[in-house]
C-alpha cells in the first residue's frame, strides 16, 4: 500500500509540474500519466466513477470562481491542462489523499482550507493562472469554499464505495 501510494504521489506530482511549467503542450503526456494512474488504480470502477462525478463538481466549482473573478487563465473558462489535473488530483483520492477520508469532515475542511490555496498561489507564480488579490482575501474564501467542495467530491466518494462494496456482497 506505501509503495502504490508512493507511486501515486510521483505520478502527481508529475503532472502538477507538467501543467505549470507545459501548460498545453503537456496535455498528451499529462493524460498518458493519467490513464497509467487509472490503470494501476486498486479500485478502478470507483476511480473511474469518481473521476465522472468529481469532475463535475469540481470544473462546476471551478467555472464559478472564475465567474466571481477568483480565478482567471489565459484561456477561458480554463485550459485544458487544468482539466487534466484535476483528474490527476481526483486520482489521489483513494491513495495519497485517503487520510482525508477518515478525518472528521471538519478536520478535513480545515486542511484543505489551508494547504489547497498554496496551489493555485503557485501557479500563479508560474503565471499560468491569475487569483483574486488580497493574497489574505482569496486564502481565507477560496480556500474555505475549495475545502467545502472538495468534502463534497469525499462525501460522493464515500458514497461509490459504499455502492460497490454492496454490489460486491449481493454477488456472493
Not at 488504480?41 to 463538481?57: F, H, P, T, V
Not at 489523499?97 to 480545515?110: D, E, G, H, N
Not at 501557479?123 to 487569483?131: K, L, M, S
Request: charged fraction near 10%; charge should be positive; glycine fraction near 4%.
Amino acid at each position: 500500500m506505501i509503495l502504490h501510494s508512493v507511486i501515486n504521489f510521483a505520478l502527481f506530482q508529475g503532472v502538477w509540474f507538467m501543467a505549470l511549467l507545459l501548460e498545453d503542450s503537456a496535455n498528451l503526456a499529462i493524460a498518458a500519466v493519467i490513464v497509467l494512474m487509472l490503470l494501476l488504480s486498486k479500485q478502478r470502477k470507483q476511480d473511474s466513477l469518481l473521476l465522472l462525478l468529481g469532475l463535475s463538481i469540481a470544473l462546476g466549482f471551478e467555472y464559478l470562481m472564475v465567474q466571481l473573478n477568483f480565478l482567471g487563465f489565459k484561456s477561458n473558462p480554463y485550459p485544458i491542462w487544468f482539466v487534466l489535473l484535476w483528474s490527476a488530483l481526483l486520482l489521489t483520492v483513494n491513495t495519497l489523499m485517503q487520510f482525508l477520508t477518515r478525518l472528521p469532515w471538519y478536520l478535513s475542511v480545515v486542511v484543505c482550507a489551508m494547504f489547497a490555496p498554496a496551489s493555485y498561489w503557485a501557479g500563479a507564480r508560474f503565471e499560468v493562472i491569475t487569483i483574486a488579490q488580497p493574497l489574505w482575501l482569496f486564502w481565507l474564501v477560496y480556500g474555505l469554499s475549495w475545502a467545502l467542495m472538495f468534502n463534497c467530491i469525499i462525501f460522493v466518494n464515500k458514497k461509490i464505495a459504499t455502492y460497490f462494496l454492496l454490489g460486491d456482497q449481493s454477488k456472493q
